[in-house]
């Protein structure tokens, strides 16, 4: 496949990047994830990113609840993050009447952090990140799934949550953006968000995924306690 002039290789992801940390909001290498911005380190953040590389990287808080931020109302350290994150590219960028930003941004590849940086001067945090493992992330390879088998606990599983799907459109996906799209659309635990980010390989994350949706409470209560094992 021949790079266009936006591509970002493997060789070229940055040592350290700006972390935005957010609990339950999952990035996927491939996936397209829109954000709002209004905080003013993340506005900083998003400013700095686009006069660089325009990557930063998305992780979740150990402890849930929302933003990581820079520790200041909570004691010396900030608040922790989880080790696994993904990068992603800033693909599209627009500006509100009231401050905000409307960013999307493309998933590249995961990352493990392996320490911080001193706080950016937009107050932000930074991560030292480790790609070594997620080599595979940008080759986009193609999957194992049971695919009827994930259809039918998304179908269940939106129709406890009474949630409206675009069902033609879902299908038309493969088998890889099926699984990485519903990863982060589902609304399932920020745990679960992060057991699919940190799945091995596609494969594995359809196992996982499915695992996940055909285990969710919503459902288990519906089949009532017998189905429960």
Request: charged fraction near 20%; charge should be negative.
């Amino acid at each position: 496949m021949t790079a266009h002039p936006f591509s970002t290789s493997f060789e070229s992801l940055p040592a350290t990047l700006p972390i935005f940390p957010l609990t339950g909001v999952l990035l996927l290498p491939g996936g397209r994830l829109p954000l709002n911005i209004f905080e003013p380190r993340y506005l900083a953040m998003i400013s700095d990113a686009l006069g660089q590389k325009r990557l930063i990287g998305m992780v979740q808080p150990i402890t849930p609840g929302g933003f990581a931020g820079d520790g200041l109302s909570g004691g010396d350290q900030p608040p922790p993050v989880q080790k696994i994150g993904c990068a992603g590219r800033i693909i599209s960028f627009s500006e509100t009447g009231d401050g905000r930003v409307l960013v999307t941004l493309m998933g590249l590849a995961r990352f493990a952090i392996t320490g911080e940086e001193p706080m950016a001067a937009g107050g932000y945090r930074i991560a030292r990140a480790d790609y070594a493992r997620f080599r595979d992330d940008m080759e986009r390879l193609p999957i194992g799934l049971d695919r009827p088998r994930l259809m039918a606990a998304l179908k269940r599983f939106f129709a406890a949550h009474n949630l409206n799907v675009d069902w033609k459109a879902l299908e038309k996906l493969d088998d890889a953006a099926l699984v990485g799209t519903v990863s982060m659309v589902a609304p399932l635990e920020a745990l679960d968000k992060q057991a699919l980010l940190e799945a091995a390989d596609g494969t594995t994350r359809g196992k996982v995924l499915i695992g996940l949706l055909e285990s969710a409470p919503a459902l288990q209560e519906e089949d009532g306690p017998a189905a429960r094992h």
